[in-house]
C-alpha cells in the first residue's frame, strides 16, 4: 500500500515539474512594440533547450538564428525552469540574451557588446513578451 502511494506521488510530482518545464516552450512576441527582437522561439528536444531569435530588420526580420538555451530554476534542487541565457556571436556584436517567466509574461534581457571599441556603445534592453 504504501509503496502505492509513493508511486503515485512520484507521478504526480514528474508530471508538475514536465507541465511546469514546458511553459517557457513555445513562440513568444513582443507585448508592445520592440526596436531589438520580433519574435522568439524556445524548444527542448531530448532535453537540450534551444532559443531561435529574429530581430527587428527593416523590412523584414533578421534572423539571430538558434543559440543553445542555458536553463535554470531557483534553487539548486529546484527542477522547474524559470530561467535562461543565451548567446550569439553576430561577427560584430556579442549579443547575451537573459530570460525569466514572470506569470504569463516572458522578461528578456538583451545585453549587446559591440566588437569595435570606436562604433556605438554597449547597451542592454528589456522586451515583455506574451505567447503567441
Known sequence: MKSGILTILLILFSMVIYS???LLEGEWVPKDSSNDISRLVIAQNNGIWSVH???TCYPDACDWGK???KTFGSFPLD???S???AQWDQGFID???TLHLSEKILVVEIYS???DKLG???YHSIILTVRK
Open 53 to 55: 531569435v529574429w530581430g
Open 20 to 22: 511546469q518545464n514546458n
Open 83 to 85: 530561467y535562461g541565457f
Open 113 to 115: 557588446c559591440f566588437k
Open 79 to 81: 527542477k522547474s525552469i
Open 120 to 122: 556605438p556603445s554597449n
Open 95 to 97: 549579443q547575451y540574451l
Open 67 to 69: 543559440s543553445d538555451l
